[in-house]
């Protein structure tokens, strides 16, 4: 409801033709929703109350399957229970859907990893040897069909550098370092310094990446807020203070990367050859992923983009995780996926996964929250990192996606026979439910059953 202290003439005036910024010296900023100003652009009612929210969506990959001991689910809503790999996401299980069953014809029988991983995305069969061919992702899709109502048709993260070279299957080990695809032969490049993402989010540039964003928009937000509802300064005040933690812990890391770029050079070697923390990426993966995760949220909550690809770790990931008393690189350690040492690693990517949803969930937008509004799908190449088994992908999606995907359900597939399991027909009723006018996508020609 808005402030009724705020009058029509006074709400009028706050209604921007298409979005609504704080500028400053060199940068702009867009706004999270706020009830007194159509940050988005929809249309207003009649009324004046705020048209529909925008919907979202962002895909997190993992690699190498899970313990598949303590991946299940069962039950719904409040009454669902969860594995103990999950548990990080209990708090959130009447907005989680959990999939099991389902895979994407195309990576089975061709080869393992980088034949199971280039495709995850696409459904597309994958071509061996010097030349890249498969397919558009889903996430691309998105972004060719949503990108004009955003600053950004999508936004491609990661947290772990591409590898280069050829897998002994005779696949390019482009395919295991990329799952967002924008053609059939083109990755799209993927951002894995948080600093540079960062700048990408508030078109932060040159010189000025050296003094603080809200330094710099200081006169315009004190000039909105004299003008929006309390309730919207209340929101303002904590999204600006949001965006200087990120920034904060952001210019930590800008001096690491130039000093990683001059380290390269005079070693004259590529900067991706060289190993964290000397290529400039944070030691700790743990600080590295949640910044990622924040600047996925920012990006979201001032529309800056609706479609987010976010690669936590690739296949053949050398990942380490000394917090978890895990000694060997993620995948090895996924040879041994059956072991209490690999379900703490499956277990901590789902807290990644849930700290994004915590965060999105907590920022209201409209009679819900920007969660609401999402939908997160969260997923890996393989069901067993040991048998290298792509018969059977671990999925899950959380948020409701504007009111068009029920949630807090367990789906089983398994059963239902190779015809009504594919991961295609997933991606195409999410594609459908956000308005995306297709009718089929990789190798299905009808949407998920039940979705």
């Not at 910024?21 to 999270?32: E, K, N, Q």
């Not at 790999?85 to 061709?110: C, H, M, W, Y």
């Not at 989010?201 to 929006?228: C, K, M, P, V, Y």
């Not at 990120?246 to 005079?266: P, W, Y």
Request: net charge neutral; glycine share 8%.
């Amino acid at each position: 409801m808005s402030d009724p202290n705020l009058n029509p003439a006074a709400a009028r005036h706050l209604h921007l033709s298409r979005r609504t910024f704080l500028r400053g010296v060199g940068v702009t900023m867009a706004l999270p929703w706020l009830e007194s100003v159509p940050a988005f652009g929809a249309e207003p009612a009649r009324d004046g109350t705020p048209g529909p929210s925008p919907k979202r969506f962002a895909a997190l990959f993992w690699g190498n399957g899970v313990n598949s001991h303590h991946w299940w689910a069962k039950g719904s809503g409040k009454d669902m229970e969860l594995g103990k790999s999950l548990q990080p996401l209990e708090g959130l299980k009447t907005k989680l859907n959990f999939i099991d069953g389902l895979f994407n014809r195309s990576a089975v029988g061709v080869g393992i990893h980088p034949g199971q991983t280039g495709n995850l995305l696409s459904g597309a069969p994958l071509l061996k040897g010097a030349v890249l061919r498969g397919g558009i992702s889903m996430d691309q899709v998105l972004a060719n069909h949503m990108g004009q109502d955003s600053l950004q048709p999508s936004m491609v993260l990661g947290c772990e550098q591409p590898i280069t070279g050829y897998h002994e299957t005779n696949f390019s080990m482009a395919y295991s370092s990329h799952i967002s695809w924008q053609s059939a032969d083109s990755p799209v490049p993927m951002e894995v310094y948080p600093s540079l993402a960062f700048d990408s989010l508030f078109e932060n540039r040159g010189s000025h990446r050296t003094q603080s964003i809200l330094d710099r928009i200081r006169d315009d937000s004190a000039s909105l807020s004299r003008r929006i509802s309390s309730a919207d300064k209340a929101k303002l005040d904590e999204y600006l203070t949001s965006v200087r933690e990120v920034e904060k812990r952001v210019d930590r890391m800008r001096s690491d990367s130039s000093r990683a770029a001059n380290v390269a050079r005079d070693k004259g070697r590529p900067l991706f050859t060289l190993k964290r923390p000397d290529n400039g990426l944070p030691e700790d993966i743990r600080e590295h992923m949640k910044l990622m995760c924040d600047i996925t949220a920012l990006a979201f909550q001032t529309d800056k983009t609706r479609v987010v690809s976010l690669l936590l770790c690739r296949d053949l990931s050398g990942l380490f995780y000394p917090f978890l008393d895990v000694k060997l690189a993620h995948h090895l350690a996924s040879h041994n996926d059956l072991t209490d040492d690999f379900e703490r690693v499956t277990r901590f990517y789902c807290s990644q996964l849930a700290y994004l949803a915590g965060l999105l969930d907590s920022m209201k937008e409209g009679d819900g929250t920007v969660l609401d509004n999402s939908c997160l799908m969260f997923l890996s190449n393989m069901w067993s990192g040991n048998k290298h088994d792509s018969t059977r992908l671990p999925i899950l999606t959380v948020g409701g996606l504007g009111g068009t995907l029920a949630t807090g359900r367990t789906l089983n597939y398994l059963d239902k026979g190779d015809e009504n399991r594919k991961a295609c027909a997933l991606y195409l009723a999410l594609l459908q439910k956000m308005e995306v006018p297709i009718s089929r996508f990789g190798d299905a020609t009808s949407p998920l059953a039940g979705i």
